[in-house]
């Protein structure tokens, strides 16, 4: 496990980080007759951070630009392209932006229909023929749907682009977005020819196109007219100094924008860093973020949050990949924490992905202190010996430790924590460890209180288990990562024998039992069939061959 190493060991030794670019720049440059469109394509109703960002930076540093943004996540399906086609007709954008958030679908929710890891679990691994039929039919809607959406918005942004071309012949498009910065090798059929595409952090490109600079050396490829680099997404982004987004400006060109302030359970996104100094075998996060991890000013995240909370927000989630990624970053934590204690922001509420490993006494106070209502832990496995193999990087003791100190601090709210069965070496054994660790957090918030999420890992290009499957044969070269056939779907939700089968009949056991609670239901049954094992065999994890996947 690497922990914040100035230069990742996957990118090639030639590459150093760019200098720092202050945000508030203003260049000599004017382009008064850019007209930027937004055009977030349609996705779950979360917040859309990464495009009001996007809109705040570019207007930053080119203050006459005309921008507008349109959120499809807030469009009943029917109208997406009326609505579309009417906001073209009368914004006319010279530049058209769009942002692609979700491709994978492997996941133990609902969705597109269905839940897409229920009907694959039901086909797979059910006994019963009506149950596998059920599985089948089930995932036959999901996978219908799935290639809808990738037709649809592939459709929605040429429409957009021959509508555009009515006003302004020239009109380019960039696509970007989660979805776009892990799949970006595989969209290039699904796009129209001079697409950008975009892999990861889009400032410095959309400044280059403004400007009418060469944008080879960004990480992104033209559809038709060149092709991405070997190892695009592992070039390190730009680094980028931030300061508050400017919310009466969004406002102005976001008529949608009180949408997601309606209802008062919806959290409003916040970044408060980039990057991730992490090497977790299954995850992307390090290489769309980058290992560098980049703090924004305490100062103007306060600042952006009271923005917010002047308008009736006092719900945020802070979407850094990690909020406390490593333990340097302690006190950058402790600082902004602080600085919400003294802006007055009394009753807000707040949320974040955490490593629990970090946590100190004074952090926890200050996360109780501030309105921390909700925070979800990846640890993926309660076995150290298993967290070691995926190069997580975790103390598990150190964990419970901090959420004895979370619990003393006085949290008495919900903590997500998320497993994923069957990832690296799984055995009998660490099955075992894992519960009684599950049980042992359990004993420390309460059982109403933790939530086991249980996840199959989506197994996703640019990841070291992706290596990993590629060397053992499990996947071919040249395999098709997107794809929703069966025979790729069941290895690329990663569950392999020899215990894939007893995961799957566990899982359709506690759909049966009790759907709505699923990740207690498997914990339930996994105790009931193996057992619990010793609190301290879990913590301890003696040094012995890390096998096939600490090599890749």
Known sequence: MLDGHSTPPSLPQTVTPPERIPQERIPQERIPQERILYVRLPCNPIFPVGVVYLADHIHKQFPTVEQRIFDLGTVPPLDYTEALETCIDQFRPTLTVFSWRDIQIYAPVGGRGGNPLQNAFQFFYGRNPLVRLQGALG????TTAYYRELWRNGSLIERSLRRARRYNPQVRAVVGGGAVSVFYEQLADKLPQGTIVSVGEGETLLEKL???QDITTERCYVVGETTPRDRLIHEWPTPLEKSACNYPYIEQIWPE??????AQDFYIGVQ???GCPHNCCYCVYTVVEGKQVRINPADEVVAEMQQLYDRGVRNFWFTDAQFIPARRFIPDAIELLQKIVASGLKDIHWAA???ADNLTPELCRLMVQ???NYFEIGITSGSQELVRKMRMGYNLRVVLENCRDLKAAGFDAVVSVNYSFNVIDETVDTIRQTIAYHRELESIFGVDKVEPAIFFIGLQPHTHLEEYALEKAILKPGYNPMSMMPWTARKLLWNPEPLGS????????AWQRNGNDFGREVMAILEQRLGRAPLEEALSAPMKDQRQLAQV
Request: proline fraction near 0%.
């Open 272 to 274: 408060t860093k980039r």
């Open 353 to 355: 992905y955490i490593r």
């Open 139 to 142: 995932g036959l809607k999901v």
């Open 210 to 212: 403004l400007r009418g």
């Open 257 to 262: 924008f009180s949408y997601y302030f309606q």
């Open 370 to 372: 501030t309105g921390m």
């Open 502 to 509: 007893f995961f799957g009949e566990v899982c359709l056991e």
